[in-house]
């Protein structure tokens, strides 16, 4: 793992689903290997109503920590 680059991202996989995918580079970022669905998510709707309707979608915001020999995958 020494070396190694982790690249996580959420993308919407459905209507109303999102999920968070994780790939891994070991070649410096040249190539990385086919990305992996590590969680997936409903996606909930905040609706506010103060003069006109605004409708929000709930975000997954990938963080990564890589210690020692374990990838810690937070969102």
């Known amino acids: 793992m ?3 680059i982790f ?3 959420a993308s919407q996989t459905g209507p ?3 999920t968070l995918f994780l790939s891994r580079s ?3 970022g ?3 290997a086919s990305p992996k669905g590590v969680m997936r ?3 909930i709707k905040a609706v506010s109503k103060m003069g006109k309707t605004i409708t929000r979608e709930s975000k997954m915001t ?3 920590i890589v210690h020692a020999s374990t990838v810690h995958l937070g969102w």
């Open 41 to 43: 998510s409903g996606i």
């Open 7 to 9: 690249l996580a991202w």
């Open 30 to 32: 040249r190539t990385f």
């Open 16 to 18: 109303e689903e999102r």
């Open 26 to 28: 070991d070649d410096s």
């Open 2 to 4: 020494n070396g190694d």
């Open 62 to 64: 990938p963080h990564v």
